[in-house]
């Protein structure tokens, strides 16, 4: 499990998060909710270790990851699908998974066989060039990216922006199945009410930096959220 409490994040003298509390539990996928710029993606940042809290506890299966670098927490199972991708676009498909490999002992440097069946479409494309795929398409890969490190810590960044619905919907069957094989946690920023709701267990919104709404996601009063979530 994932706990992080009271956590303040600055960058230099402004502040982007102020006593931030989040869990995620094995089995269970948490959302974050709120507009753009309220530190969803900070949020997130931060807990992949590209950011250091200047004050709360951040902690992963029960030990201190404060001052853990990111790579270090790769190791330890924690994987981020960065808003707007960042796959790199000139290596093929393969290339690209095979950068998951970073961070894994030699023995596990393969490319699972669930990935293929998770995404299919990336079967048939393994030699294309990664900047020559759609939208949804390079979703996939990066979500595939990811998976391929053997995560038990999985954090999306708005996976749902800019994909055409039909992507959606293979992307919310696909969290939906990884959080119901029981051995993964699943923290997923969203601006997509309709397909968060449908995956939450538990959510939270964020509002300039603060958490305004917090709950279980079969509680979420739908028309409370959703005023945080318009302009």
């Given at each position: 499990?994932?706990?992080?409490?009271?956590?303040?994040?600055?960058?230099?003298?402004?502040?982007?998060?102020?006593?931030?509390?989040?869990?995620?539990?094995?089995?269970?996928?948490?959302?974050?909710?709120?507009?753009?710029?309220?530190?969803?993606?900070?949020?997130?940042?931060?807990?992949?270790?590209?950011?250091?809290?200047?004050?709360?506890?951040?902690?992963?299966?029960?030990?201190?990851?404060?001052?853990?670098?990111?790579?270090?927490?790769?190791?330890?199972?924690?994987?981020?699908?960065?808003?707007?991708?960042?796959?790199?676009?000139?290596?093929?498909?393969?290339?690209?998974?095979?950068?998951?490999?970073?961070?894994?002992?030699?023995?596990?440097?393969?490319?699972?066989?669930?990935?293929?069946?998770?995404?299919?479409?990336?079967?048939?494309?393994?030699?294309?060039?990664?900047?020559?795929?759609?939208?949804?398409?390079?979703?996939?890969?990066?979500?595939?990216?990811?998976?391929?490190?053997?995560?038990?810590l999985?954090?999306?960044?708005?996976?749902?922006?800019?994909?055409?619905?039909?992507?959606?919907?293979?992307?919310?069957?696909?969290?939906?199945?990884?959080?119901?094989?029981?051995?993964?946690?699943?923290?997923?920023?969203?601006?997509?009410?309709?397909?968060?709701?449908?995956?939450?267990?538990?959510?939270?919104?964020?509002?300039?930096?603060?958490?305004?709404?917090?709950?279980e996601?079969?509680?979420?009063d739908?028309?409370?959220?959703?005023?945080?979530?318009?302009?």
């Open positions: 499990m994932l706990e992080a409490k009271q956590v303040d994040l600055f960058y230099g003298a402004s502040q982007a998060l102020y006593g931030v509390d989040i869990k995620a539990e094995i089995g269970k996928v948490t959302c974050v909710l709120g507009r753009n710029g309220v530190g969803k993606t900070s949020l997130l940042r931060m807990l992949a270790g590209q950011y250091m809290p200047r004050s709360g506890s951040v902690q992963w299966q029960g030990r201190d990851i404060r001052k853990l670098s990111p790579a270090e927490r790769a190791r330890r199972g924690i994987a981020i699908v960065p808003q707007g991708r960042e796959i790199f676009a000139q290596l093929t498909v393969l290339e690209n998974l095979k950068t998951g490999f970073s961070c894994l002992p030699k023995r596990e440097r393969f490319i699972p066989a669930e990935i293929y069946q998770l995404f299919p479409v990336l079967k048939d494309m393994l030699g294309r060039k990664g900047g020559d795929l759609s939208g949804g398409q390079q979703q996939q890969l990066a979500i595939a990216r990811a998976l391929v490190t053997r995560p038990s999985l954090m999306l960044d708005e996976p749902t922006e800019g994909i055409q619905p039909s992507i959606i919907k293979d992307i919310q069957r696909v969290i939906a199945s990884l959080r119901d094989r029981g051995d993964m946690a699943i923290i997923l920023v969203e601006q997509y009410l309709d397909f968060a709701q449908a995956l939450a267990d538990d959510f939270l919104v964020l509002e300039r930096g603060q958490v305004v709404l917090a709950g996601g079969k509680t979420m739908t028309q409370s959220v959703r005023k945080y979530m318009t302009v």
